[in-house]
Nanobody, 123 residues
Framework: QVQLVESGGGLVQAGDSLRLSCAAS????????MGWFRQAPGKEREFVAV????????DYTESVKGRFTISRDNAKNTVSLQMNSLKPEETAVYYC????????????????WGQGTQVTVSS
């Protein structure tokens, strides 16, 4: 099993940048594909980005391509999400997730979830 803890959320203005981090503990993170989801108030949780176990493959939801970058450091058991040019509609709780299956792309739902970190983008 793996435990996930997010950090880095906060209040920013539209157009600003923010970097989220996810610390994994328990089983080594390179056993998992990892990713980020977000859930805005009154909406369903949606996929944001995913990175393969050793970081060679990444995928993003269309709306964040070119602005968000997912990365991982398996030596530190961390996954990060660099978010640039943030928009007010991206205000949400952002969740780190992990899949234990080696298949790519990983099929929903994820096997493990963090508690989430709030990102608020003011206009």
């Amino acid at each position: 099993q793996v435990q996930l803890v997010e950090s880095g959320g906060g209040l920013v203005q539209a157009g600003d940048s923010l970097r989220l981090s996810c610390a994994a503990s328990g089983r080594a993170s390179n056993n998992y594909h990892m990713g980020w989801f977000r859930q805005a108030p009154g909406k369903e949780r949606e996929f944001v980005a995913v990175i393969s176990r050793f970081g060679s493959v990444k995928d993003y939801t269309e709306s964040v391509k070119g602005r968000f970058t997912i990365s991982r450091d398996n030596a530190k058991n961390t996954v990060s999400l660099q978010m640039n040019s943030l928009k007010p509609e991206e205000t949400a709780v952002y969740y780190c997730a992990a899949w234990s299956s080696g298949n790519w792309p990983p099929a929903p739902p994820a096997d493990y979830w963090g508690q989430g970190t709030q990102v608020t983008v003011s206009s």
